[in-house]
């Protein structure tokens, strides 16, 4: 990981933070009024549909606030002269559900066209996919406009891979101004959804040497592990981040203090002393880390960079590749 790159990110963001339009809770509220309940509408059939689809759509902020902050870049396809973020090494096997977020910007294009950000409907979904499964409810702040633009290298130098160790994640994080409290309970984001076979095999067969896995993997979850992600087996079987999935609980916190994180990014969270803090208290009081969470998801939420942006009507393609697109057919 290019660790220059987030720093110097960063510095843009807190250089130019009093250039861009301040966010604010209820952006919305007089020029498209229904704009927070259709998301939440869609976000409950998503729900009803497929568990796991809203889960997925909560990590998209993740993977689009750290690359060049909260602009909706992570949704852009690739163009003939642009390489976009959702085939960066840390994205290809990972990020899903964009079809949940083309549902939320239709319903959205009918009620107040050309109003609402694709990268503040990201921000709602994340809120919403939390409080829909039992999680915290919260006031996001509004206002965002999205890029015109995308960039696979930045992802690929800021995104952290399944294999990171604590100090990488903190490092990572505190370039951003978020704190190891922010990082621990923001990781609580896998208290819902699955992961891919993908993502542990290494930790499962070779973390500590050939053919040796992860020794902070308690034995018996190791056997769990090892039936569903056999050496040479299908690798994209997926397995739930914690013991209750569909439950935005502190259940992921609990499993991670008895040696049962899914990946090697959870697992070491509690292995590490300087984390290893937090995850106790999380998994003792729940309240706290609903707390530790909204905040950390509020602070990841201002991550902003001044440049030129527009309200998207289609959330995978800028406005001014659909002209051409509409007028090459």
Request: aromatic share 8%; proline share 6%.
């Amino acid at each position: 990981m290019n660790s220059v790159l987030p720093w110097l990110l960063f510095l843009q963001l807190v250089t130019m933070a009093a250039a861009v339009e301040p966010l604010r809770p209820g952006f919305y509220s007089q020029i498209c009024p229904p704009a927070e309940l259709i998301v939440r509408d869609v976000m409950k059939r998503a729900l009803i549909r497929e568990p796991r689809s809203v889960a997925s759509v909560m990590r998209l902020q993740f993977h689009d606030c750290f690359v060049n902050g909260c602009d909706g870049s992570v949704l852009l396809d690739d163009t003939p002269d642009m390489l976009g973020e959702k085939l960066a090494l840390s994205n290809i096997n990972s990020l899903r559900s964009f079809e949940v977020v083309d549902e939320v910007k239709e319903a959205l294009e009918v009620a107040c066209p050309g109003i609402v950000s694709c990268a503040d409907i990201l921000v709602l979904a994340a809120r919403d996919a939390v409080a829909l499964t039992g999680g915290p409810d919260w006031e996001v702040r509004l206002g965002r406009k999205d890029s015109l633009t995308a960039s696979q290298e930045d992802s690929d130098n800021i995104m952290p891979s399944p294999r990171a160790n604590a100090t990488s994640l903190i490092n990572l994080f505190s370039q951003f101004n978020l704190s190891i409290k922010d990082l621990v309970a923001l990781s609580g984001s896998h208290s819902i959804g699955e992961a891919r076979c993908f993502s542990i095999m290494f930790r499962l067969y070779n973390q500590s040497g050939p053919g040796k896995p992860d020794p902070a993997i308690e034995p018996r979850f190791r056997e769990k592990l090892d039936q569903l992600c056999p050496l040479g087996g299908d690798e994209n079987v997926t397995g739930p981040l914690d013991a209750t999935p569909t439950v935005f609980d502190n259940r992921y916190f609990r499993d991670l203090a008895v040696g049962k994180g899914f990946l090697n990014s959870d697992q070491t969270l509690f292995t590490s002393p300087r984390t290893r803090p937090y995850v106790r208290l999380f998994s003792k009081d729940r309240d706290e880390f609903f707390k530790a969470f909204v905040e950390g998801m509020l602070k990841m939420g201002d991550l902003q960079i001044e440049q030129p942006r527009e309200i998207r009507t289609n959330c995978r393609v800028a406005n001014s590749r659909t002209v051409d697109v509409l007028m090459e057919s």
